[in-house]
């Protein structure tokens, strides 16, 4: 019952919102929610180094490379990101880009 709430609940906002930010306590399937509902969208950890070092030092190529959105999963470890994010998201409307 929780699982489906989360679920209808998070693509209501991802349909009424340019991003969507999951966020909670550690180990409680996050990620998992995320990707199954999201089956279709790149999913990017930055728990991964190179990921991490690619999202750090060229962010807007990075973001760049995913367009039409993505699941970027441990984001808070290229905190600067997040500026260029807002710039994107600014000029966009297309609703459900982020995760």
């Known amino acids: 019952m929780i699982q489906r709430a ?3 609940k998070l693509i209501q906002l991802a349909n009424t919102f340019k991003a969507v930010a ?3 306590a550690r180990q409680t ?3 998992t929610l995320v ?6 969208m790149p999913y990017l950890s930055l728990e991964n180094p190179d990921i991490r070092t690619f999202a750090i ?4 190529g990075f973001l760049a ?3 039409d959105g993505a ?7 290229a905190p600067q990101s997040f500026s260029y994010l807002q710039e994107i998201l600014d000029n966009s409307t297309k609703k ?3 995760f």
């Open 65 to 67: 490379s995913y367009r």
């Open 6 to 8: 989360a679920k209808d």
């Open 71 to 77: 699941i970027f999963d441990e984001i808070q470890r």
């Open 35 to 40: 990707k199954q509902v999201f089956k279709n």
């Open 29 to 31: 399937g996050k990620t």
């Open 57 to 60: 030092e060229d962010p807007r």
């Open 22 to 24: 999951v966020t909670g």
């Open 96 to 98: 459900g880009l982020l």
